[in-house]
Nanobody, 127 residues
């Protein structure tokens, strides 16, 4: 059973930075496309970023492009989300997700495409 565990969330002032980590166990990490999503109170879960399993190609939501960077370390079975220039509207629970081996398309931006999910980590940027 594949398990995903996020860490690195917290409270940070606007303009600050955080790096989220998602450690994956129970599967061959290098075969998984990895994604980050977030969900703010009263809102639907939304796509943030994704990284392909084979090519390493990255995908970003327009709202975070240029501020967030997704990366992966296959040796450590971990995917990261570096978040810079944080804004109050980035406040949410952040979830990582994994999809086995399919070539990412536009579907990689949909939560329903992913097979496995972590429990989430809270990021709070006060206004």
């Amino acid at each position: 059973q594949v398990q995903l565990v996020e860490s690195g969330g917290g409270l940070v002032q606007a303009g600050g930075s955080l790096r989220l980590s998602c450690a994956v166990s129970g599967g061959t990490f290098s075969y998984y496309n990895m994604g980050w999503f977030r969900q703010a109170p009263g809102k639907e879960r939304e796509f943030v970023a994704a990284i392909a399993w084979s090519s390493g190609r990255t995908y970003y939501a327009d709202s975070v492009k240029g501020r967030f960077t997704i990366s992966r370390d296959n040796a450590k079975n971990t995917v990261y989300l570096q978040m810079n220039s944080l804004k109050p509207e980035d406040t949410a629970v952040y979830y990582c997700a994994a999809k086995y081996r399919q070539v990412p398309t536009i579907e990689a931006m949909r939560a329903s495409w992913y097979d496995y999910w972590g429990q989430g980590t809270q990021v709070t940027v006060p206004s």
